[in-house]
């Protein structure tokens, strides 16, 4: 699974300009399985996505789509873990 930590670099009017495509982009990968959970950090300077369990070359190329990325408006500090416990009532996607 991944960790996936966004930091806005571009202006907040270019961030607003972007987010209707941004969160379009995000309801597409949670529709495929590839983002578990996702939100604006607080206070709003980025946001966190956690992804699923794949190959990073797959991860790379799901985040390139993002228009954030496209535009250059975020920093990405991506971590990779291996989750073994979890709290009673959820259960961990499948990997795919």
Request: glycine fraction near 6%.
């Amino acid at each position: 699974m991944y960790v996936i930590h966004l930091r806005y670099t571009g202006a907040l009017a270019e961030i607003d300009d972007a987010l209707d495509a941004h969160r379009l982009y995000l309801e597409q990968q949670f529709d495929a399985g590839a983002f578990i959970i996702a939100g604006p950090k607080i206070p709003c300077d980025g946001g966190i996505i956690l992804a699923a369990t794949m190959d990073r070359d797959r991860l790379d190329a799901i985040i390139a789509k993002d228009p954030f990325s496209q535009q250059r408006l975020v920093h990405y500090d991506i971590i990779e873990f291996n989750a073994t416990r979890l709290a009673p009532g959820l259960n961990l996607p499948q990997s795919s």
